[in-house]
Each structure stands twice: as structure tokens, then as C-alpha cells.
């Protein structure tokens, strides 16, 4: 018996957009759905591009224009995988048109576009998400578990970082990620992941301290003009969450040496959580008790550890950056068919805009910043 397909039109067709291409591929195969997700149009900045795309990817149909795709009745939903610039306009014409919107982070450009398309998401009462793909490792379900269950105690603590160092060298040219009207800037860019690892982990963050750096102030473009950068190279805070534990975040793409240093370390009172993403399979466990040898535990991811099992029946395999993705489109096609446990929406994705912004303002006006 044949399966009501999910047409899908996605928009961009960079390196997020294939991997949801690739993702949209691979869900039906990896998971029991009930529908069955079809690669409907592919759009892009131009009709050369967006056919290429197309042919690559295994889409139907192409368009240099993404409001064809968002307007086309066949399409069940939209998929935004753009510059940040866009998806402000993107999702608020999709969900006006009636369609859910999977969108990449961060929300958007602005803290108001951000909030424009919660409102929108809320008054139209459609299905959204958006890509905050780490959140969607089976380990750091493990860690959420361990959390909630009070099984490290009561936590006071939590130390966070997002450090990579594709913008460590001075001579790394000036790009669109330098620009703030782009939502660019390390806190916006590779920032917001590690914002929302903390809410997902600890709950709402109530109160922060930050700081921002710019460590090459001038960058030169790709064909040799000198630009001034006016976003931040590292961002640092201090948080208070409203559990009263408190903690630090820290984010970074000067950090030499690291590539995907997403990481974090939660402090309780029986004990503590320690990950990082460059070892993605495995999570420390430490447990506090009475002995001299006590020590961290490696937690192995395996079969028994939620999505991890429609990919490898065996632990300590491991599986990978896009097979994330994967369990993060299943997660959007449980909310567009009605189940959103899982996931992160635009409500929640304007919650970290809010932090991020008041980390900025705590940064310009030197003082502590409550979140509302």
C-alpha cells in the first residue's frame, strides 16, 4: 500500500542545502513514516543554478525563483536552506500560503524579522522548525535524561562553547558572514547553537553578561578590497538560568586548531555531564560517591539510544554529521503531522534570538541584561 507523499520544495542548494536534500532522501528509508517525503522542486538564485541543484539532488522540478516554489499548490512544504538575508521573506510568504516551513538557523537576520515570524507561525497555526541539527544527537537525549531525572543531582552549573577556526587567520577573506545585516559574527552564526544547547539542557536563560571581540578588524574581499568588519570574531557571557544554576558561553571561529567545538560540561550536585561534538558518539558521565577512584564513564552510543538504531544495529559504530540531519527532517515531518514533541520551532529559535540580542546589548551598555 503506497504511502500519501510529503512534496518538499527546498530553497538554496549550499552546504545546508544539501544536506537536507540528502536528509529528505534518506528519512524514508531510515524510519517507518507515514508518508513518503518527495523531492518536488528545487529553487535557487537562478534558474542555471537551481537545475543543476536539481539534476544533483534527484528533485522533479527546478526554479530560479523561490516564490514559485512557495507558491506552487503542489508543494507540502517549504524547506529553507538560504542566506539568513532570506528567511525572513521566505517563511512569512510560505506560511501565508499555507504551508509549514523548515528553516535554518539562526531565525533570521534581525531580532524583529525573528519575531515577525513567531508571530506569523503562531497567528497561522502551521507546523515550524528550525535547523538546530546537534540537538538532534542521540547522546544528547542520554544527557537530557540524566538531567531531568535528577540523576547528577540538582545542577549548578554549565559551561558551553561553540569554537571553530575557519575565520582564524587574518587573511581569511572578508564574506557575507562579516556583514551584521546578514546576521553575521560569531554569536549569530555558530552562537545560536550553543544558546540553544543550553536552554535544551537546562531550561530558560533569565539574566546575561556579555562581551564581544573582533580580532581582525579589517579583513581584505576575494578580489583584494579592504573591508571594515563590524561583527564579532568571539563572544563570550556569563548567564544565570532561571533554575538558578549559573554558567558560561562562549563562541568562537578564531579558536585555532578547533573545527567543530561544540561542547559542554553540566554540574550537579551528584555528579556532572561532559560532551563534545568532535567525539559526537560519546558522552562522559561522572558520578559522585565515596572511594578514590572514582572517575568519568564513557557512555558509547548505541542501538539502544533512540535514533540511533535505524541506522546501525550495533554500539560504538557510530554514526555521522548528515545522519543527524536525518533524525532532524523525521523530527519536522512528526510536527507537520501533528506530532511536534521533538521538534524546535520558531518560538523556540526566537528564544535564542532574544539571548543572542541581549547579549549584545549587555556587551554595548557594559551591565547585566534580563530576559523577559
Given amino acids: 500500500m503506497s504511502k500519501r507523499p510529503l512534496r518538499v520544495a527546498l530553497i538554496g542548494s549550499g552546504f545546508m542545502g544539501r544536506a537536507h536534500a540528502m536528509a529528505f532522501a534518506a528519512v524514508g528509508r531510515t524510519f517507518d513514516l507515514a508518508v513518503e517525503p518527495v523531492l518536488e522542486i528545487q529553487a535557487d538564485r537562478d534558474a542555471e543554478t537551481a537545475a543543476k541543484a536539481a539534476a544533483q539532488f534527484g528533485f522533479a522540478r527546478s526554479t530560479g525563483d523561490w516564490r514559485e516554489a512557495v507558491a506552487d499548490p503542489a508543494v507540502d512544504l517549504v524547506a529553507i536552506a538560504t542566506p539568513n538575508l532570506l528567511h525572513a521573506p521566505i517563511a512569512l510568504a510560505a506560511l501565508a500560503a499555507g504551508k509549514p516551513v523548515y528553516c ?73 558572514r562579516c556583514e551584521p545585516e ?49 561583527v564579532d570574531d568571539q563572544m563570550d557571557a556569563l548567564v544565570r538560568f532561571a533554575n538558578g544554576a549559573t554558567g558560561t558561553l562562549s563562541a568562537s571561529w578564531i579558536a585555532t586548531g578547533r573545527k567543530m567545538g561544540l561542547g559542554f560540561e553540566v554540574s550537579g550536585t551528584k555528579g556532572s555531564i561532559v560532551f563534545s561534538q568532535e567525539r559526537f558518539n560519546e558522552l562522559q558521565l561522572y558520578r559522585a560517591g565515596p572511594g578514590i577512584n572514582n572517575g568519568f564513564t564513557t557512555i558509547m552510543a548505541g542501538p539502544g539510544h533512540g535514533a540511533y538504531g535505524g541506522f546501525c544495529p550495533a554500539p560504538g559504530h557510530q554514526i555521522g554529521y548528515n545522519d543527524l540531519k536525518t533524525i532532524e527532517v523525521k523530527a519536522v515531518i512528526d510536527a507537520v503531522l501533528g506530532d511536534s514533541s521533538n521538534a524546535k520551532d520558531f518560538a523556540d529559535a526566537l528564544r535564542v534570538e532574544q539571548a543572542a540580542d541581549a547579549i549584545r546589548t549587555s556587551h554595548r551598555e557594559a551591565r547585566w541584561v534580563a530576559l523577559a
Fill in 182 to 230: 546578514q546576521a553575521g559574527g560569531a554569536l549569530a552564526d555558530i552562537g545560536s547553537h550553543i544558546i540553544a544547547m543550553a536552554r535544551h539542557l537546562l531550561g530558560e536563560i533569565a539574566e546575561v553578561s556579555g562581551t564581544l571581540h573582533t580580532a581582525h578588524p579589517m579583513r581584505r574581499t576575494p578580489d583584494g578590497v579592504e573591508r571594515v568588519v563590524r
Fill in 104 to 176: 535554518e538557523k539562526p531565525l533570521a537576520a534581525t531580532l524583529a524579522e525573528s519575531q515577525a515570524m513567531a508571530d506569523a507561525a503562531t497567528a497561522s497555526g502551521l507546523p515550524t522548525a528550525v535547523g538546530f541539527t546537534y540537538l538532534y544527537n542521540p547522546m544528547i537525549a542520554v544527557a537530557r535524561d540524566l538531567i531531568s531525572s535528577g540523576e547528577i543531582g540538582e545542577v549548578t552549573a554549565f559551561r558551553g562553547i561553540h569554537a571553530e577556526d575557519f575565520m582564524a587567520s587574518a587573511v581569511a577573506p572578508f564574506n557575507w
